[in-house]
């Protein structure tokens, strides 16, 4: 079940569990229309994948340190990261 995505569509679900469902503050089920669940996108997927992508922040660091070329290359290689994995 993911619980990120109910509680992102289903604004008055405090607590899920995989086995007792979802529910409001006040101990109610909520009904989980799990077609909807299951279709959902998580808008900011692409900030982890980024992050797994991006050099080291110390080189990043460095390349801007040492200015010319070795900015470019570090913009290009953090656009290009930022170009696989756009926003939404």
């Known amino acids: 079940m993911n619980h990120n995505a109910i509680y992102a569509l289903y604004s008055n679900v405090v607590t899920v569990d995989d086995t007792a469902g979802a529910r ?7 009904g989980i229309d799990m077609d909807v669940v299951n ?6 997927a692409y900030k982890a ?6 050099p080291p922040i110390g080189d990043q660091l460095d390349a801007l ?13 953090v656009q290009a990261v930022k170009a696989k994995y756009p926003k939404g």
């Open 24 to 30: 409001d503050a006040q101990g109610n089920q909520v």
């Open 49 to 54: 994948k980024r992050i797994a992508e991006y």
């Open 65 to 77: 340190w040492k200015g010319g070329d070795a900015a470019a290359e570090m913009l290009a290689t």
């Open 39 to 44: 279709a959902w996108v998580d808008p900011n």
